[in-house]
């Protein structure tokens, strides 16, 4: 069992910069969620995926943001232009898809935007 | 819209000791409920959930949770704190019915544990 992994861990990047993270799932599993977790604060929802596509995107989610999951296996999160109010760790997770199942959750990505 | 408040934001026990993390929810039908826990550098990991039939959900670690409708509460419980019990724990509600899936998190407590 590989778990949920994410790349990269750590990311620092000046303001207006371009980022990218992945995420691999567990391989058997449909859904991919994608979370924020600002210090202090418990993780907040921002979109998942059932396969490839896209079914729901929070309206924390700016245009700024883009999630993708081509080929239903691996996920990316870009932010364009980033923002110092982008600093935060971003966390995957994934579920076999059925209600009340469990999600599995990947270390996260720190993200520091200078 | 469903929320999630954990009142204590840092509860400090002495090892061997009772642990209760509080978890008040607000969901309109019956909701599936977490309870995760965070050690520093890790990822979330679940300690239990409950999603139907016995109210009174065992967990790993020791850990227990009772969910009680009438109070809106997912309260969790551990009858003798470990030092490695030291992190932070969230509790969440997840939707049921068609739109299954998303977490909505507290905003967790973190458990400091005195030797």
């Known amino acids: 069992d590989t778990g949920v992994s994410q790349d990269p861990r750590h990311k620092i990047t000046k303001r207006g910069q371009n980022v990218t993270f992945r995420c691999d799932p567990i391989?058997?599993?449909?859904?991919l969620y994608w979370y924020r977790q600002t210090l202090g604060q418990g993780p907040e929802f921002l979109t998942y995926?059932?396969?490839?596509?896209?079914?729901?995107k929070s309206r924390l989610l700016s245009d700024r943001f883009s999630a993708e999951r081509p080929k239903g296996s691996f996920s990316t999160l870009e932010i364009q232009r980033t923002e110092q109010g982008d600093s935060a760790m971003y966390l995957c997770?994934?579920?076999?898809?059925?209600?009340?199942?469990?999600?599995?959750f990947g270390p996260g990505t720190r993200l520091t935007v200078l | 819209a469903q929320s999630v408040t954990q009142p204590d934001i840092h509860i400090t026990v002495s090892e061997g000791a009772s642990l209760e993390l509080r978890c008040n929810y607000s969901?309109?039908?019956?909701?599936?409920l977490f309870w995760y826990v965070q050690s520093p550098g890790q990822g979330l990991q679940l300690l239990l959930k409950?999603?139907?039939?016995?109210?009174l959900v065992q967990g790993i670690k020791g850990f227990e949770a009772e969910f009680k409708r009438s109070q809106s509460s997912f309260n969790l419980r551990k009858p003798s704190v470990h030092w490695s019990d030291a992190a932070e724990y969230f509790c969440?509600?997840?939707?049921?019915?068609?739109?299954?899936?998303?977490?909505?998190f507290g905003q967790g407590t973190i458990l400091t544990v005195h030797p």
């Open positions: 997770a994934s579920s076999s898809g059925t209600a009340g199942d469990t999600q599995y």
């Open positions: 391989s058997e599993h449909n859904r």
């Open positions: 995926f059932q396969n490839e596509a896209q079914l729901e």
């Open positions: 969901y309109g039908a019956t909701p599936y």
């Open positions: 409950y999603f139907s039939g016995d109210t």
């Open positions: 969440a509600v997840g939707a049921g019915g068609t739109s299954y899936g998303k977490l909505t």
